[in-house]
C-alpha cells in the first residue's frame, strides 16, 4: 500500500495554466462594494435638509431595512438554489409571499383593517413570522423526508401550497368590506417606508445571527451543487447539510417579508444576475456578489425613483416587474434544473 | 477489500437486493454483471452509502459503510455515477479539485494542486483544464469526473457503468484507464458494466447477479462458459479464446 499523501506517479509537473478571459469575481465584489457604499452614502446624504435630527435616523431606518432585506433575500435565495439544485424557484416562489397574503387577509377579515394597522408592531411581526417558519419548515421537512431527492415534488407542492393561499385570499377579499380592501391591498407590495425601528433592530440580529452558519457553510455549499449523489461521495452529510441550510432560508425569508412585505420576484433577480457575473461558481464570491446586487438594487432603485422621478412607493413594483421578466426568461431558456 | 454481509435492499414489498454476502479482494477489477434489473447499481449504491441498507452490513477497507463519517469514507472510497450532470459552471481543474475536499475542506494547499495536476495529466486533460466542464464533450467530460475521484487519493474506487455513452475508442480507454490504476496504483476498482466481453478481457474477477442475489464470482476462466452465461442471462452464449481472451458470442 503506498502513503496516504503521495501524489500520483507522473512525469514533470506541467504548468499549461491559461487565464480565463473574464473579469475575475473578487473584482466584481470591489467594483460593486464600492458602488453599493456610494449608493448608501448618497441616499443618506442627498438633499438632506431641515431636522436633521428627525430626517437623518429615518433615513437610516429605511436604508438599514433595505441593506436588511437584501441581505436575507440574496442569501436565503442562493443557498436554497443550491441545496434543491434549480436556479428558479426561490423560497418566496415557494408559496411563502402567498402565506403572506392569506395572513394579513384573515388578520383584516376577522379583525378589521383599523384593528389591524393599530394592533402593537411587535405582535403582528411575531405572528407572521412565526407562522412562516412553521409553514416552510414543515413544507420541507415533508418534502425531504423520503431522502432528499424530490425537488420536482418540491416545486410542485410550492405552486399548489401558492394557489390555495392565493385562492383563499381572494375568496375572503370578495367577502370584504371594498374600504378595508383598499387598506389591506396597500399590504401586499414591500415598503421600507413603514418599518419599526425596534423590528428592524430585532430582524437584523437575527439576520446576522443567520449569516454566521451561512457563511460558513460555504465550501460545503459548493460541494452540495456538484449533485447529492457527488456531494455524498465527497463527504458531505448531505441530510444534515441540507436541513440546516433549510432552517436558515425559512427564517431569512420569513423575517424578510414580516418586516417589509413580499418580494417575490427580488431574490430571483439578484441570484440570476449574480450567477452572470461569476465566471466561475463559489459560494464565497457568489453570496457577497448576490447581496451587493441587492443592496444596489434596493437604494439605487429607490435613490432614483425619489431624486429623478419623485416618486415615494414603486420601488418594489419596479424590482417585481425586472425579476418577473427575468423569471420568465430562465423559464424560456428551459434552466428549470 | 470490501466485506458484504447479509447486505438487504427492499422497496415496499419487493426485495432488489435480497442478503447479498460476498468478498470483493483488494488491488484488483472486479465487474459486476447480470440483466437488467438484477440490482447491480443498488448493491453499487449500497457499498458506497447512496442507499441507506435495510439489513446487513458494507464494509470497506474495514470501514463500516453506515457508521463512518462520510468524510472519513470520502478519504477512503470514491465514486462515479451513471448521469454527471452539472447545474454550476465550473472549469475542468475547478472540478478535480473538489476531488480534494474529503482531505482539505476546501481550502486548497500546494499538496492538493499537485494531486490536482497530476490526475489531470493522468487523464491526459491538462490541455483542458481550463476549458468549462459544460463545453466537453461526454467522453471528455467523463474523464473529468473521474480525475475528480483520483484526486480524492482513495484506495477504492466504485463506478456505475462508466462505459455508457463511450465509443468504442473511449470504452477500450476508460478500461485501460482503471487496469493501469489498478496495476500502477494499486487501487481496488468495482465496475457494472453491461459488455461481458470489455469485463472479461480487463477483470481480475467477475460477479454474477441475477434476481437481487450474487450467484456467482470467479475469475473470467470460471464465468466466462456458456453453462454459467446462460444461467445469469438465460441466453445461449458460445465462448471463444480469442488471442488469450474468452468472448462471447450472441450476436447470432
Ligand atoms: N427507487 C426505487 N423504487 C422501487 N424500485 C426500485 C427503485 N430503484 C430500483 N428499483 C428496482 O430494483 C431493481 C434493481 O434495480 P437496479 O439495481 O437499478 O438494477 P440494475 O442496475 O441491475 O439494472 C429493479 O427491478 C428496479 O426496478
Ligand atoms: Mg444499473
New interface residues.
Given amino acids: 500500500?503506498?502513503a496516504?499523501?503521495d501524489?500520483?506517479?507522473?512525469?514533470v509537473?506541467?504548468?499549461?495554466?491559461?487565464?480565463?478571459r473574464t473579469v475575475p469575481p473578487r473584482a466584481w465584489i470591489v467594483v460593486l462594494g464600492t458602488a453599493a457604499a456610494a449608493l448608501v452614502a448618497a441616499f443618506l446624504l442627498v438633499g438632506l435638509e431641515g431636522n436633521l435630527a428627525y430626517v437623518l435616523p429615518r433615513r437610516l431606518n429605511r436604508v438599514g431595512a433595505m441593506i436588511l432585506v437584501a441581505v436575507a433575500v440574496a442569501v436565503s435565495t442562493v443557498l436554497f438554489q443550491t441545496v434543491t439544485?434549480?436556479?428558479i424557484l426561490t423560497p418566496s416562489i415557494m408559496g411563502l409571499d402567498a402565506l403572506y397574503v392569506l395572513i394579513q387577509t384573515v388578520l383584516v377579515f376577522a379583525l378589521g383593517a383599523r384593528t389591524v394597522l393599530t394592533m402593537p408592531t411587535t405582535a403582528r411581526f411575531s405572528i407572521e413570522v412565526v407562522l412562516m417558519v412553521a409553514f416552510s419548515w414543515l413544507l420541507y421537512r415533508w418534502l425531504f423526508a423520503g431522502g432528499g431527492r424530490s425537488l420536482h415534488l418540491l416545486l410542485l407542492a410550492g405552486i399548489v401550497f401558492g394557489v390555495f393561499f392565493r385562492g383563499a385570499s381572494s375568496l375572503l377579499q370578495r367577502l370584504m368590506d371594498p374600504s378595508e380592501y383598499i387598506i389591506l391591498q396597500d399590504l401586499f407590495f414591500a415598503s421600507f417606508n413603514r418599518v419599526d425601528p425596534t423590528l428592524l433592530y430585532v430582524s437584523a440580529l437575527v439576520v446576522a445571527g443567520l449569516c454566521v452558519p451561512a457563511w460558513r457553510l460555504?465550501?460545503?455549499l459548493?460541494?452540495l451543487?456538484?449533485?447529492r449523489?457527488?456531494a455524498?461521495?465527497?463527504?458531505?452529510?448531505h441530510r444534515r447539510t441540507v436541513t440546516l441550510v433549510l432552517v436558515i432560508c425559512s427564517v431569512l425569508v420569513a423575517v424578510s417579508t414580516a418586516l417589509v412585505g413580499p418580494a417575490t420576484f427580488f431574490g430571483l433577480l439578484v441570484s440570476a444576475l449574480a450567477?452572470q457575473l461569476?465566471?466561475?461558481?463559489r459560494h464565497a464570491v457568489v453570496l457577497p456578489i448576490a447581496v451587493l446586487l441587492g443592496v444596489i438594487a434596493l437604494v439605487g432603485g429607490q435613490l432614483v425613483l425619489e431624486q429623478v422621478f419623485a416618486f415615494d412607493t414603486a420601488l418594489s413594483i419596479v424590482i417585481e416587474f425586472t425579476g418577473g421578466i427575468v423569471f420568465l426568461v430562465l423559464l424560456l431558456k428551459g434552466r428549470v434544473? | 477489500m470490501i466485506t458484504l454481509e447479509n447486505a438487504t435492499k427492499r422497496y415496499g414489498t419487493t426485495t432488489v437486493v435480497d442478503g447479498v454476502s460476498a468478498t470483493i479482494p483488494g488491488g484488483g477489477v472486479t465487474s459486476i454483471i447480470g440483466p437488467n434489473g438484477a440490482g447491480k447499481s443498488t448493491l453499487l449504491s449500497m457499498m458506497?452509502?447512496?442507499l441507506p441498507l435495510d439489513a446487513g452490513t458494507v464494509h470497506v477497507d474495514g470501514l463500516d459503510v453506515s457508521t463512518t463519517?462520510?468524510?472519513?469514507?470520502?478519504?477512503t472510497?470514491?465514486?462515479l455515477?451513471q448521469e454527471?450532470?452539472?447545474?454550476?459552471?465550473?472549469?475542468v481543474?475547478?472540478?478535480v479539485g473538489?476531488?480534494r475536499?474529503?482531505h482539505n475542506?476546501?481550502?486548497p494547499t500546494v499538496?492538493d494542486r499537485?494531486?490536482i495536476?497530476?490526475?489531470l495529466?493522468?487523464l491526459d486533460l491538462?490541455?483542458l483544464?481550463?476549458r468549462f466542464v459544460d463545453e466537453l464533450s461526454g467522453g471528455q467530460r467523463q474523464r473529468a469526473f473521474i480525475a475528480m475521484?483520483?484526486a480524492?487519493?482513495t484506495?477504492v474506487i466504485l463506478l456505475d457503468e462508466p462505459l455508457n455513452n463511450l465509443d468504442m475508442k473511449h470504452s477500450v480507454e476508460m478500461m485501460q484507464l482503471l487496469r493501469r490504476l489498478v496495476d500502477?496504483?494499486?487501487k481496488t476498482v468495482v465496475l457494472v458494466i453491461h459488455d461481458i466481453n470489455f469485463a472479461s478481457c480487463y477483470s481480475d474477477t467477475l460477479m454474477a447477479m441475477r434476481d437481487g442475489a450474487v450467484i456467482h464470482q470467479g475469475p473470467p476462466e470460471e464465468i466466462m462458459t456458456p453453462a454459467v452465461l446462460r444461467d445469469v442471462y438465460d441466453v445461449d452464449i458460445q465462448v471463444e479464446l480469442i488471442r488469450g481472451h474468452r468472448i462471447g458470442v450472441y450476436f447470432a
Avoid: W
Avoid at chain 1, 501524489?7 to 512525469?11: D, G, M, S, V
Avoid at chain 2, 463519517?69 to 478519504?75: C, E
Fill in positions: 500500500m503506498r496516504k499523501t501524489p500520483l506517479p507522473t512525469a509537473l506541467q504548468s499549461t495554466r491559461k487565464p480565463v439544485g434549480n436556479r460555504r465550501h460545503r459548493d460541494v451543487a456538484l449533485g449523489d457527488t455524498v461521495g465527497l463527504g458531505v452529510d450567477y461569476c465566471s466561475r461558481f434544473r | 458506497s452509502r447512496l463519517p462520510g468524510r472519513v469514507l470520502a478519504r472510497l470514491g465514486i455515477r454527471n450532470q452539472l447545474t454550476v459552471r465550473l472549469t481543474r475547478d472540478l473538489f476531488g475536499f474529503p475542506g476546501g481550502r499538496l499537485e494531486h495536476e497530476r490526475a495529466d493522468y491538462s490541455g483544464a481550463d475521484v483520483l480524492q487519493d484506495d500502477e496504483l494499486g
